[in-house]
């Protein structure tokens, strides 16, 4: 079963662009969300949490659209060090999606 | 207050051997979570467990995979008659009991089948 759906890429962006990808979820009634970043075999490290409010930390903001029933992700002045694949879950269920996987080029 | 624990980092076996992978989980998590991930793809989901309690393993192979969280010790993944298409990275995640998808990575078991 697909909980979350997201777009795998791969983004491909030069450095100190702008991105963003979105994540659909499934059940409605999640109420918060949680974005992970993997690198390249690495573990998942939680990168930031997702609530009605959205959360913003420094050079990446994450939304909850619940008419859509999306999360996105937003980083401004994309770093190379940001090249990963991103992954989102929501707080009451632990299948992930496949992530959407993010290049930054110099 | 240690990282959750995964050993062995790595582990080669020949086919037909058992494989055991053991996960400890951070201090004060009792859930804990088992994936799977091939090269190239995505985490999947294989079991959700409670001390002593197997909550959901609708991830897991139906056959030759087995997961244990004891009251004492790791939480151990077991393997058995390893073949090929086992060779992977399996994943272990820790998170406290009210929060369950703010889980905590250990750096993996990379199994190697040959």
């Known amino acids: 079963r697909k909980e979350v759906e997201q777009d795998p890429g791969p983004f491909n962006v030069p450095e100190g662009a702008t991105v963003a990808f979105n994540c659909t979820y499934s059940n409605s009634a999640s109420q918060s969300f949680f974005w992970y970043r993997q690198d390249c075999r690495k573990e998942p490290k939680l990168l930031m949490s997702?609530?009605?409010s959205g959360n913003e930390d420094g050079r990446f903001t994450a939304q909850l659209n619940r008419a859509s029933q999306y999360i996105s992700l937003l980083i401004r002045d994309s770093k190379l060090s940001d090249s990963a694949t991103y992954l989102c879950v929501p707080e009451d269920q632990f299948y992930f999606g496949t992530g959407t996987s993010l290049t930054v080029i110099p | 207050n240690a990282g959750v624990m995964q050993n062995p980092r790595h582990l080669v076996r020949r086919r037909g051997q058992e494989a055991r992978l053991r996960c400890s989980p951070m201090k004060g998590h009792s859930h804990v979570y088992w994936y799977r991930q091939l090269p190239e793809e995505g985490l999947k989901f294989m079991v959700y467990l409670q001390k002593e309690n197997i909550i959901d393993e609708s991830g897991m192979p139906k056959e030759r995979f087995s997961a244990e969280f004891p009251k004492e010790g790791p939480s151990i993944l077991r393997i058995q008659q390893v073949v090929r298409g086992d060779s992977a990275a399996y994943f272990c995640a820790s998170s406290p009991p009210d929060r369950e998808a703010e889980a905590f990575f250990g750096q993996g078991t990379r199994l190697t089948v040959v």
């Open positions: 997702v609530y009605s």
